[in-house]
């Protein structure tokens, strides 16, 4: 098992920049691939991009291609999501997720954080 908490959501004004975090407990964390996906208000969830367990390999969603970094620390258990640049439509809870070695689902979510921008 593995447990996920998310910190950092708040108020942002568009045009600013604000990092995320997603702490790890329970299991080897290097040992996971991790992602982030948001939700907006009446959309379904969607990716936003995943880093590799070394933290070598990132990928993106078109959406945030240039303006989001995901990076992480597994010696503080950690991953980060670094967001510039932000506008309105980034308003979302964004969600952390843990996936196993090469498995195809992530198992594992945070609780989500929330995240506004105001235009």
């Known amino acids: 098992q593995v447990q996920l908490v998310e910190s950092g959501g708040g108020l942002v004004q568009a045009g600013g920049s604000l990092r995320l975090a997603c702490a790890a407990s329970?299991?080897?964390?290097?040992?996971?691939?991790m992602g982030w996906f948001r939700q907006a208000p009446g959309k379904e969830r969607e990716f936003v991009g995943t880093?590799?367990?070394?933290?070598?390999?990132?990928a993106y969603a078109d959406s945030v291609q240039g303006r989001f970094t995901i990076s992480r620390d597994n010696a503080e258990n950690t991953v980060y999501l670094q967001r510039n640049g932000l506008r309105a439509e980034d308003t979302a809870v964004y969600y952390c997720?843990?996936?196993?070695?090469?498995?195809?689902?992530?198992?594992?979510w945070g609780q989500g954080a929330q995240v506004t921008v105001s235009s």
């Open positions: 997720a843990a996936r196993l070695g090469t498995a195809l689902k992530y198992a594992y």
């Open positions: 329970g299991r080897t964390f290097s040992n996971y691939s």
């Open positions: 880093i590799s367990r070394s933290g070598g390999g990132t």
